[in-house]
């Protein structure tokens, strides 16, 4: 039965040819740290699933931040788990991502053709720190609200801009609840639509270009 559906929907949509293309495709033989990619990729669609969950029950904001996230944690069924996912899942990500990206260094995978490959991957790590720092306000408790002052009065001390850039930040000169959210927009809008395009190009890259193989003595 299965069988007759995937073939009936083949001949009008052609999936195998693209199932084929991406999971069938030749890989040279690599070893264990060529897994970090498929890892960092595993813990996005992680944070993907849970933060959608997330917003279920969060409300952004500063009267109703810190308690909605309580009852996350205490009352929502499982919410301590969606939760605990979405939290250290950030930190599984930021940290895989490095990783990730130190094998590319090590192995000289940046280098022709894969250049662009690289320069996505750069934005991609640009847009995980992100997602660190706006979701760290968002619990809106004593430490998301002083990291937030720190962190946006470290931007504060860009040469010439710097004030401009922690009111765009901040959304005026104080913390307030245009920062939570704005924070909040970033994080569940903006950043997610970067990550998306961006890890669509490096992934189709990634396929049509193939994988590297593991640099010979002699190269
Ligand atoms: C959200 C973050 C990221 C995800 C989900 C991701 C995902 C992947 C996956 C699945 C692969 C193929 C398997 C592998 O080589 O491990 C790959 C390859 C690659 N990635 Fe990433 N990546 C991310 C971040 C980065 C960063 C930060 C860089 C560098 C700045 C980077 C540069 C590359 C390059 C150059 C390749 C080609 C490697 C080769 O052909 O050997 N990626 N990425």
Redesign the pocket.
């Known amino acids: 039965m299965a069988t007759k559906v995937g073939e009936w929907l083949d001949q009008r949509i052609g999936w195998r040819s693209v199932w084929e293309t991406i999971f069938l495709r030749k890989v040279p033989k690599v070893n264990w740290f060529?897994?970090?990619?498929?890892a960092?990729?595993f813990t996005?669609i992680n944070q993907i699933v849970t933060g959608i969950l997330l917003t279920i029950y969060y409300v952004p904001t500063p009267d109703q931040a810190y308690d909605s996230v309580q009852y996350i944690t205490t009352q929502v069924p499982a919410g301590w788990l969606i939760r605990g996912l979405h939290h250290w899942g950030a930190s599984a990500?930021v940290v895989l991502?490095v990783l990730?990206?130190l094998?590319?260094i090590f192995?000289g995978?940046?280098k022709f053709p894969?250049e662009v490959?690289?320069f996505t991957?750069?934005g991609?790590?640009l847009?995980?720190l992100g997602f660190g720092f706006t979701g760290y306000l968002l619990p809106w408790d004593q430490k998301a609200y002083w990291a937030t002052t720190v962190g946006t009065r470290i931007a504060e001390v860009t040469p010439f801009i710097g004030d401009w850039i922690l009111r765009v930040m901040r959304g005026g000169s104080e913390l307030t609840a245009v920062t939570l959210a704005r924070f909040f927009g970033v994080h569940v809008w903006f950043l997610p639509a970067a990550?998306l395009a961006l890890?669509g190009i490096?992934?189709y890259l990634?396929v049509r270009?193939?994988?590297?193989s593991i640099p010979k003595r002699e190269e």
């Open positions: 060529y897994t970090l990619g498929s960092t990729l996005a990500m991502s990730h990206m094998r590319v192995y995978s940046y894969r490959t690289w991957g750069v991609l790590l847009v995980v990550l890890l490096h992934l990634v270009i193939g994988i590297s």
